[in-house]
């Protein structure tokens, strides 16, 4: 009957293991497609995943300075560690899902990223003269490139052929080269106001596109990936240091409506898997 004594002594760290235990149900489910039931526009088990993953959150919370003894340091200093580590079971953009729910992910961006490029075709307005033209010149293919994307992840998802395939890890590298290219353009913009508003609205398109890249490179094989990387001119390593986390970070958060934190871990291990791949 130890463990219930240790439950009665350690109620902190016992409600911990059994959050991350729903945590990770709730991953390993959701990777097999099983939803228990919808709840609102998600599911029960994408629910019960969040829930979990905030809870556990929460709890791990940094102390007050001085309301907690070495002892107490110590259990929120396990806590946060456990809290990361249940960060990462759950990532639907970079787990083993079926190619056909995440051929149908990758459709869900889609109206994301026609909202997203029309904000930028509404950008140039906001801009001084001088600066509108640089970044209408730099933004002029997005139109054209993300309609391309668009039905080209229709037909994947319609039928899911290794030429339609091919051509959707083309079309989202040429889109993402675009974004990176436009994004270092709208850097030199010299007015402050101008360059905030350039660099917010193209980023914007941007989260989306290497959220679907993330996306196309969980369905494509490691020659695939290395021939997609191969096409990248502009290296995420080059627009880095000019994004801004947390905005992405919203994005993601909003799309999939689950918690900021849980959205910090995607965005993170997304850029990594990309950067480590050539792109």
């Known amino acids: 009957m130890?463990?219930?004594?240790?439950?009665?002594?350690?109620?902190?760290?016992?409600?911990?293991?059994?959050?991350?235990?729903?945590?990770?149900?709730?991953?390993?489910?959701?990777?097999?497609?099983?939803?228990?039931?919808?709840?609102?526009?998600?599911?029960?088990?994408s629910l019960a995943g969040a829930l979990a993953t905030a809870l556990l959150g929460l709890m791990a919370r940094d102390p007050e300075a001085g309301t907690e003894g070495p002892s107490g340091q110590g259990t929120n200093a396990k806590l946060g560690a456990w809290m990361l580590i249940s960060l990462l079971i759950p990532l639907p953009w970079m787990q083993g899902c079926s190619g056909a729910s995440i051929a149908q992910d990758i459709v869900n961006w889609t109206p994301s990223l026609q909202s997203a490029v029309a904000t930028v075709d509404s950008t140039a307005a906001l801009l001084a003269p001088a600066d509108a033209r640089m970044f209408s010149a730099a933004t002029a293919g997005f139109d054209a490139a993300s309609n391309l994307l668009v039905a080209q992840a229709q037909a994947?998802?319609?039928?899911?052929?290794?030429?339609?395939?091919?051509?959707?890890?083309?079309?989202?590298?040429?889109?993402?080269?675009?974004?990176?290219?436009?994004?270092?353009?709208?850097?030199?913009?010299?007015?402050a106001a101008s360059q905030k508003h350039a660099i917010a609205a193209v980023q914007a398109v941007g989260t989306i596109v290497n959220a679907i890249l993330a996306l196309v490179q969980q369905i494509s094989s490691k020659a695939a990936v290395a021939q997609m990387a191969s096409q990248a001119g502009v290296r995420l390593a080059l627009v880095r240091p000019y994004l801004d986390r947390s905005q992405a970070t919203a994005v993601v958060a909003a799309h999939y409506d689950?918690?900021?934190?849980?959205?910090?871990?995607?965005?993170?291990?997304a850029e990594k898997a990309e950067i480590n791949a050539g792109f």
């Open 2 to 45: 130890n463990f219930i004594s240790n439950i009665w002594k350690h109620p902190k760290t016992s409600a911990a293991g059994l959050l991350i235990a729903v945590a990770s149900v709730a991953g390993v489910l959701s990777q097999q497609g099983l939803t228990l039931g919808k709840a609102g526009s998600g599911t029960v088990v």
């Open 156 to 191: 994947y998802l319609a039928n899911p052929s290794a030429s339609a395939l091919a051509k959707l890890q083309t079309q989202i590298v040429t889109l993402q080269q675009q974004v990176n290219a436009a994004l270092l353009q709208s850097v030199k913009i010299v007015d």
């Open 258 to 269: 689950e918690p900021v934190a849980v959205a910090q871990a995607q965005v993170a291990q």
